[in-house]
């Protein structure tokens, strides 16, 4: 079984509503990458959803994994100090709780 979540969120979004900023190397980092995966990326799209809209997106998806219960299933992810933090940062600006036990957090790097 395949499964898998993939959104883009709105630059101008962030920026404008959150106070979020841009970092120039990062934006210069990804610039040297290949047209399509900058494009993909990093370039504006009318396809980009906002802060709410794509957390909200998000909760539904992970609450429709067969099995799941957020006060007991274990959430993964590669480097829990990036991805998590930013996430619940990004679940505060939307003024959503978080969809899972952040006790539950797990790093994959364990497990490898």
């Keep these: 079984m395949k499964i898998g979540f993939k959104v883009k969120l709105s630059v101008e979004d962030q920026i404008k509503n959150f106070s979020r900023t841009i970092d120039l190397s990062v934006l210069e980092w990804w610039k040297k990458q290949d047209r399509d995966v900058f494009d993909s990326t990093a370039r ?21 994994v067969e099995g799941f219960d957020s006060n007991k299933s274990y959430v993964w992810c590669r480097g829990p ?10 679940y505060n600006n939307a003024k959503l709780s978080v969809p899972y036990n952040e006790f539950k957090i797990r790093d994959v790097r364990t497990y490898i």
């Design 44 to 64: 504006p799209s009318k396809k980009d959803l906002s802060v709410k809209d794509a957390m909200v997106k998000l909760s539904k998806f992970i609450g429709s």
């Design 81 to 90: 100090s990036f991805d998590f933090p930013i996430k619940k940062s990004l």
